[in-house]
């Protein structure tokens, strides 16, 4: 049976606006509900800021509705002007296009597009945008919206005053688009909800207006909170910057290591806002992790499953295994070859063609974690140097054969976070 979602959404903490919410939560109980929420493919790959209306779009199906992530194929060629102080560059249709199907790979690790009545589907509003009369449009869309209201949008408004900002007529146009597509998913494909971030509650009003005047319809909006971190930052950002679903954008590993280093002040919101675990389970994770918060286990766990869903249990199995090599939690001489090709990939690692044995302080400024011997015999009498693990005691070792992990690498550490491997060509 389809459930509450606004109800089950509101206590999670994802719901910052519902156009009516009692209305809608009654409707939920006893009928599927479409809805849906916009991707804009300017990009060819979703980040981590943008999986609160993926979240969204996966709790609706999983509570018994139908999800509709609409590509902006035709909105996309123009690009929204929310909170944008100038226009963005505009993509070719071939680009569009490319970025869109990229976009729904990444979907389908959250929604099932395959399993009956709450199926998720996919349009795309270029096949509808690109058929539409300019006249047509201005008589039966435009007369809708009056210019004075669309000034009086913020983000309009403020780049109306200034003039080094401005805002064009291309731009203007896509509040209008962005209606015309909840109009033409209400009447097509019975989509009565739209939803997004809490900046694109003027066009979600923008819809429901159009489809009211139009047609009579009730249609509905939603809007979820801005993720905010403990330190008043959006979340999604590291320090490489956006944290992106592609692994060839942002390695799996660096994925995992986004969600282990979560602030402790943020780790229950992500888990109530990422992870499908029920209130209480979350409830019973969070007393476990106060009890002993050095082990970040909360952290660990979403890390998991945000990593599995996005890149799958075997990679997830590898970046986690690897990230507990590397700091400690599993000694490095257990590793295999491949978990040691996959840390090669994440930390600074040298090739040496020396014969062996090789004095270690010349694989210590080899490696780059010493500029010079003397750093290095200063690094060992401080008790900072670690072969594979294991502290350095005597400035005159060497590295044998015997010291070889698998795939002829050892590890070396300076300190306690520089990581390093040599990989010896034999």
């Known amino acids: 049976m389809p459930q509450n979602f606004y109800e089950i959404m509101s206590r999670r903490g994802f719901v910052e606006w519902c156009s009516h919410p009692e209305e809608l939560g009654r409707k939920m109980e006893q009928e ?7 991707f804009d493919p300017s ?11 993926i979240m969204g779009l996966a709790w609706l199906q999983k509570l018994g509705h139908r999800p509709i992530a ?23 249709v071939d680009k569009v296009a490319y970025n869109a199907e990229c976009i729904k790979k990444q979907l389908a690790k959250f929604l099932d597009f395959d399993c009956g009545p709450t199926s998720a589907t996919m349009p795309n509003n270029h096949d509808w945008l690109s058929k539409i009369g300019f006249i ?35 731009e203007m146009s896509y509040i ?36 009211r005047k139009r047609s009579g319809g009730q249609a509905y909006g939603l809007t979820f909170q801005l993720l905010l971190t403990a330190a008043g930052t959006k979340f ?14 942002t390695s799996p590993y660096k994925f995992y290591q986004f969600w ?3 602030d402790d002040r943020d780790i229950e919101m992500l888990h109530r806002m990422y992870s499908f675990e029920s209130l209480e389970t979350i409830a019973d994770i969070m007393r476990r992790h106060s009890a ?35 700091f400690g939690e599993t000694g490095v001489k257990s590793a295999d070859a491949e978990l040691l090709d996959t840390l090669a990939s994440e930390i600074p690692v040298g090739d040496i063609a020396s014969p062996m044995p090789i004095p270690l302080l010349d694989a210590l400024v080899a490696s780059g974690g010493v500029s010079s011997k003397g750093e290095g015999r200063r690094k060992i009498r401080e008790g900072g140097v670690y072969l594979n693990g294991d502290r350095v005691t005597g400035e005159a070792m060497t590295i044998t054969s015997g010291d070889l992990l698998p795939g002829g690498y050892v590890q070396l550490r300076v300190g306690k976070k520089d990581f390093r491997l040599l990989r010896f060509n034999r």
């Open 260 to 262: 282990v280093n979560t």
């Open 236 to 249: 999604g950002k590291s320090e490489d910057g956006a944290v992106y679903l592609d692994p060839q954008k």
């Open 70 to 92: 609409l590509a902006g194929g035709g909105t996309g060629l123009i690009g929204d002007p929310s909170g944008k102080t100038k226009e963005r560059a505009l993509l070719s």
């Open 136 to 170: 047509e449009f201005l008589r039966d869309t435009g007369k809708y919206f009056p210019v004075n209201v669309l000034i009086n949008r913020e983000y309009v408004r403020s780049r109306v005053e200034d003039p080094e900002k401005s805002i064009t007529y291309t």
């Open 32 to 38: 599927i509900v479409a809805g849906y929420v916009g």
């Open 43 to 53: 990009a060819d790959s979703l980040h981590v800021g943008n999986m609160i209306p």
């Open 176 to 211: 209008l688009l962005q209606a015309y597509d909840f109009d033409h998913m209400f009447n097509t494909m019975g989509c009565a909800m739209q939803m997004g971030g809490n900046d694109q509650q003027g066009n979600i009003i923008g819809g429901i207006d159009l489809i």
């Open 292 to 326: 002993r918060p050095e082990r970040r286990e909360a952290q660990k766990l979403i890390a998991w499953e945000m990593t599995a869903r996005v890149h799958g249990d075997d990679v997830a199995r590898r970046v986690r295994d690897a990230s507990s090599v590397l």
